[in-house]
């Protein structure tokens, strides 16, 4: 056997042990013979304090129930099969580790990728922007006050690994790397919201200026800045460096257009705050959650941004009471954000636009009808009584359709944009395959008596009839009602078999088998639940750039996201 | 003719060594439903031994790792989980002494703090019972939880695998290396313990707490 009991201390077992509370415990577990458990019957049977003793045990034991039971983060049984690398990979995160393997720093060389896959290649110059960034960042993370504040705290705390774990693994070599930029971030997510007009997205309108773009740099693995930051990186709690890991392992498993991106916003917000002023620094960083940073680092750069007025607009704002002044704010800011995506996809399109040519997949006919013939199946877009879009919504479909129609060319691309966000915003849920759809509180068997009134009532009402709002709002309502769980009928289906066909065949011989390991896994456990395993199916297919039929819009959906979403960043 | 305890008539019976035999043939998939399959109950028993979430976390992510690294040498002998929890045990007790020969900061204090991981989760598994409620049990779990961890090592390792893993006296004696009678005692000492340090919390909800008087006399037969 691999794994022998080792040698026990007997620091407990020179304590006498009370022959009777011996018996009795045993009793309590079953673990005594019919003869010993008749004695200590026949004991209880007469001495009170025994009697005593045998509830007081019991009920100790009983309490241990009251402990909670710690569950496996989500991420567990990803990040324990990550840690064997020569079984479960995903093949994009493999081909990122190769390429980052022989080129230079990643985030150059993710840089520079970007850069190809938008044939904007000219000669780079060298320069001293990386430089700067790197220096910048790397005061910020081992040196300064992010140093003291993330870093230096816990370098004083004792390590709780044998000096031998700590050593660096050369996985760990790609983390450290980057730690500057991973250093003031808490994970995927927190990232992912950074990634946004608000904080530090990247406008696909900004001038491509080549002296922009840091210059190549060669690779210095086992520098005196990589020994630093890997010191730094060895210094942290276990739990942090996991973090950190995780954080690094997701990125590297995103697309290389969206790996990219995410690191250009990463490299913005390690510079940013490299510039605030020490109050505003130490606001952000000593926030105790990624959402309580977040609001730190938009109050901030809120802040930032009303300082960038025009001196009679920061007048006007002065003058507002404090609640619409902020009011006010918000609804600037929005103006601009919207102002950035129509010139985003203004620059990104202008040939296309000049010449009004159709974008994709409005060039071809065929395509075009198969759109159109999606969104009126599923929708009902033609039907004004039973279609699912709100008034406002479906007005603005049919007028941009109508448009389309009319003007063609680039006027499909507001068609486009509307089809894909309506698509988004109205959920679409797989119908079960014996056709029964639960739209009505006698469909919910005993949970009807939860809907007769009160809040349940008022969340449901409006949806009675509408699949799948109806069962999404019951779903949503009993997820958040603290009352008693009373069984509930099915809502609707959560396994393959339970899908109509053509969508059961797409799960079973295309989804599945394009699946990574992990990813299987993360929908398996997802089985049996109404509407995750759809909406882990759908996710899914989007990863994989499939097409769920009946829930997804016909075409890759990757072309859809990098043509509508937001506006475009890189032509198709 | 006798039925011999032969590795394949177990593997017949316990699919969980039906699984880890697959994983010993390099079946990918076996791993990762073995992961799927008892990451829920590693992780908890790795926590009420530990008391902190990261470090069960890393610990049951160890212990899978070994049981990958070390697929070659298994060969089935007793229930597969004894197999995974001597594995569990062994490095528990290693982070536990570990912890007492190099006391560091609690890892706690940073679980709130900057960048401090998923401050929330502890209040989202309760999150469902009342407010009142909530912080009567949380109060408990807390008095629960210093009982426990006031139990040395191996008492701790044996009630928790007693109480959490439902597992009877030989299967301990199995995972820790001990006799099933030295578990008995090591179980007997635990629960005394534990009954000293939370005996002002168990007559909480019916009759009133019997006079100590009494409670200490001799009960030896």
């Given at each position: ?7 026990i201390s007997d620091d407990d077992s ?559 | ?88 045990n062994?490095?528990?007790l290693?982070?536990l ?54 139990l040395n090592e191996r008492q701790r390792v044996a009630i ?16 820790m290396g001990l006799?099933?009678?030295a578990v008995?005692?090591l179980?007997?000492r635990a ?31």
């Open positions: 056997m691999a794994e022998l009991p080792q040698p020179n304590l006498p042990t009370d022959p009777f509370e011996a018996e009795l415990v045993a009793y309590l577990d079953g673990e005594l013979d019919d003869a010993a458990a008749r004695r200590v019957e026949a004991r209880l049977a007469t001495d009170p304090a025994a009697q005593r003793k045998a509830t007081a045990l019991k009920k100790t034991f009983d309490l241990l129930d009251f402990l909670p039971k710690r569950e496996p983060s989500p991420t567990f049984a990803t990040r324990t099969l990550d840690r064997l690398p020569a079984m479960v990979q995903s093949p994009s995160a493999q081909s990122h580790g190769s390429q980052i393997g022989s080129g230079s720093s990643n985030v150059v060389s993710g840089t520079l990728a970007a850069t190809d896959a938008m044939a904007l290649n000219p000669p780079i110059r060298s320069g001293h922007w990386l430089a700067k960034v790197l220096l910048a960042a790397l005061l910020f993370a081992i040196g300064g006050y992010a140093a003291s504040a993330l870093v230096g705290p816990q370098l004083l705390t004792a390590p709780n690994r044998d000096s031998t774990a700590d050593e660096l693994s050369i996985s760990d070599h790609r983390v450290v790397e980057n730690l500057h930029l991973y250093a003031a971030v808490d994970n995927l997510e927190f990232v992912r919201a950074l990634d946004t007009p608000e904080f530090f997205a990247v406008h696909a309108d900004l001038p491509s200026d080549p002296q922009l773009r840091p210059p190549p740099e060669p690779r210095t693995p086992f520098g005196p800045t990589f020994n630093k930051q890997a010191e730094a990186f060895k210094s942290l709690p276990a739990a942090r460096q996991q973090a950190i890991r995780e954080l690094d392992r997701q990125l590297f498993a995103e697309e290389p257009g969206t790996r990219d991106r995410l690191f250009q916003v990463l490299e913005g917000y390690a510079v940013w705050l490299d510039r605030l002023n020490e109050t505003n620094r130490k606001l952000v960083l000593a926030a105790d959650s990624p959402r309580r940073r977040l609001d730190e680092v938009r109050s901030v750069r809120n802040e930032q941004w009303v300082d960038s007025l025009p001196p009679a607009w920061r007048e006007e704002l002065r003058k507002l009471p404090a609640a619409e002044r902020q009011e006010r704010i918000l609804r600037w800011r929005k103006d601009e954000a919207r102002l950035h995506e129509e010139w985003a996809v203004f620059r990104s399109h202008a040939p296309d636009i000049a010449a009004n040519r159709a974008p994709w997949p409005f060039e071809s006919e065929n395509a075009r009808q198969s759109v159109i013939e999606f969104m009126r199946a599923i929708y009902r877009t033609d039907d004004e009584k039973k279609c699912r879009f709100s008034d406002a919504d479906r007005l603005r479909y049919t007028s941009n359709l109508a448009q389309a129609n009319e003007w063609n060319g680039w006027a499909w691309y507001a068609y486009g944009k509307t089809a894909f966000d309506l698509n988004r915003k109205y959920e679409l849920l797989p119908e079960s395959a014996d056709g029964k759809l639960v739209t009505s509180y006698a469909q919910l068997g005993k949970a009807e008596k939860m809907f007769e009134k009160g809040r349940g009532r008022t969340a449901t009402l409006p949806h009675v009839g509408k699949w799948p709002e109806f069962a999404l709002a019951v779903h949503n309502y009993i997820a958040t009602d603290k009352s008693d769980k009373v069984p509930l009928a099915k809502l609707g289906p959560a396994r393959p078999e339970e899908f109509k066909e053509p969508l059961r065949s797409f799960v079973v011989k295309e989804l599945l088998p394009a699946l990574s390991p992990t990813d299987r896994l993360s929908l398996e456990a997802a089985l049996g639940k109404w509407p995750d395993y759809s909406r882990q199916v759908v996710s899914l297919a989007r990863r994989y750039d499939l097409v769920a039929p009946g829930l997804m819009l016909p075409g890759s959906p990757k072309r859809w996201e990098s043509l509508y979403v937001f506006g475009p960043r890189i032509k198709p | 003719m006798a039925i011999g305890h032969t590795s394949a008539q177990m593997a017949l019976r316990d699919p969980d060594i039906r699984l880890m035999l697959r994983v010993r043939d390099d079946d990918d998939t076996a791993f990762v439903e073995l992961v799927s399959r008892f990451q829920h109950r590693l992780v908890a028993v790795m926590h009420h031994l530990v008391g902190n979430a990261d470090e069960a976390e890393d610990l049951a992510q160890e212990v899978f790792l070994r049981v990958y690294r070390n697929r070659k040498k298994y060969t089935p002998q007793a229930k597969f989980s004894t197999w995974l929890f001597t594995i569990a062994n490095l528990a290693n982070a002494r570990d912890r007492k020969r190099r006391p560091v900061l609690p890892l706690e204090v940073h679980e709130s703090g900057p960048l401090g991981p998923r401050p929330n989760e502890a209040i989202a598994a309760s999150r469902d019972a009342p407010p009142m409620h909530n912080l009567q049990q949380q109060e408990l779990a807390k008095v629960i939880r210093q009982a426990l961890d006031e928790v695998l007693n109480k959490f893993e439902d597992m009877n006296y030989a299967d301990i004696a199995e995972v006799t099933p009678k008995k005692s179980l007997s629960r005394g313990k534990l009954r000293e340090a939370l005996q002002g919390y168990i007559y909480m909800d019916d009759e009133p707490p019997a006079p100590d008087a009494d409670d200490e006399t001799d009960e030896n037969p």
